[in-house]
């Protein structure tokens, strides 16, 4: 509760320290706008007729249900390879033989590029939500087990000394010591495999699905409707962005005071 | 009545012999430190003594009801503020999150810390301030027997005098009961009821030197002539490989 208050009250601090950032997007927003000048629409439609479309977007109800469609996607398959990777690496963590045998799985799954499971999906799920989720959870997982793993291995035995020659219970070595240490690596974890969930996402709907942004990016490129699938990227990242930036940025920040 | 009692002890790491034939006791409300250089085996046989260590040869008897341990590093939980961390073995013992943060803040005010510094994490700490944290984490707890692993190396004479004379308070008022680790000799002869010279390769205890003057009636001459008498004995000078000019 303390640490919910402390973070709502350093929001305007942080906010007003976010002033860089806004810089650099609009300065990010003044070389497309050259791009555009050069190259002309078909290639390179300008900024503000972007963003027109995407406050199009907002009065389309079809739009508007791809979505939330995708969103949705995109948080189911991020909370199983929240909840999978969390579980499995800790558990991996705490016993060295699974971490040993675990590892050269995990650097499969993670150099198995995207694309593959995508394929293999449509051949395993047809068309549609599981081949999407499937997908999702399949390329955060690995980033959330390993960082779940990590955060279990890491713990310094010298601490444990320490907190064993006063005589802490099971509980309190837990609460004081492992859950700390474990959450600084699992949480990083957990928004790397957001990030992850949303791009892949996207991907898997454009190609294994019939709904859902990635979808609608499909027929705007058939269509060469440059505009709309412009508008359909800055949705996407705009979201990302404020899920990052605006939501977990002032989180972590205060999660992670303590560290130099 | 309570004691530390190590007979016959000998602990090697691999093939590598670290201590060899340690004997001593400590009774309830003396102080005992061992000397020696460094590497000599000084924080394993403490570890072994709090049983943070598996004894392999040898024999202890500790019947000491409670104990705490300061080490030789601060060992500090760095997502836990300055108060916080000394509060810790107040948690374990179950005493209330209140009562434990008061007993923590006076302790902490005594031994030289401010009030602003216990809200600090310990990564915003000064090396000699984090020792001091970790030191107020053993003894606020009031043990029974304190294991002190050279818990004044990191602070300036002023400092260090102060924390010493804290101690030798404690120990007449409280009757506490101390196994403490130096490389000073001047701080041994300040604090300790017995001195136990610990020679390296392998570590054996080969001079035991008593003070009988209650620590806190020793005076700094006494103190000076006791050093100067002691850098002349033939077994520190072997010890520690001084050379005399
Ligand atoms: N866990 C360990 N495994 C193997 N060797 C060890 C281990 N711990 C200590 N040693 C060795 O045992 C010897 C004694 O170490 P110890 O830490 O007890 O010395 P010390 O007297 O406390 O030294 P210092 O005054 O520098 O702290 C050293 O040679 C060290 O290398
Ligand atoms: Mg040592």
Known sequence: MKFILKILKDFPWFLWSGWGAVASIFLFIALWDVGYQLYGELVLPSPKATFGAVADFFSDEAIVSDMILTITR??????????????????????????????????????????????????????????????????????????????????????????????????????????????????????????????????????????????ALAVARSQLDTTVALALVVVMIGSLLFLEYIVLEPIKKEVEAWRD | MER??????????????????????????????????SGGGKTTLLHLCAGLLDLTEGEIVNTFKSSAFAFQEPRLLPWKSVLDNIALGLIAKGVSKKEAE??????????GLELKDLEKFPKDLSGGMRQRVSFARALVVEPSLLFLDEPFSALDIGLKKELQNHLIDYIAHHNLTILFITHDIMEAIRLSDKILLLKSDPGEIVKRITIDTPQIERTDKEVFDRMI?????????????????
């Open chain 1, 74 to 215: 995109a948080m189911i398959g991020f909370v199983a390879a929240l909840i999978f990777g969390s579980v499995l690496g800790l558990l991996a963590g705490f016993f060295a033989t699974a971490s040993i045998m675990s590892r050269p799985i995990v650097t499969i799954l993670v150099g198995m590029p995207p694309i593959a499971w995508v394929v293999l999906a449509m051949i395993w799920f047809g068309m549609g939500d599981t081949s999407v989720i499937f997908t999702v959870v399949i390329a955060s997982f690995p980033i959330v087990f390993v960082g779940a793993m990590q955060g279990t291995r890491t713990i310094e035995g010298e601490l444990k000394e320490m907190v064993d020659s006063f005589g802490l219970s099971l509980w309190q070595k837990f609460t004081n010591l492992y859950f700390p240490h474990i959450f600084s690596y699992i949480f990083p974890a957990w928004v790397s495999g957001l990030g992850m969930s949303w791009k892949i996402v996207v991907m898997a709907e454009l190609l294994s699905s019939s709904d859902g942004i990635g979808a």
């Open chain 2, 102 to 111: 008061i007993k923590a803040t006076n302790i902490a005010l005594e031994f």
């Open chain 2, 4 to 37: 530390l009692e190590v007979k016959g002890l000998n602990h090697s790491f691999g093939f590598f012999r670290v201590l060899e034939d340690i004997n001593f006791t400590l009774e309830k409300g003396k102080v005992i430190s061992i000397v020696g250089p």
């Open chain 2, 229 to 245: 008498e002691l850098l002349k004995d033939q077994d520190i000078i072997n010890t520690f490989e001084l050379e005399i000019k």
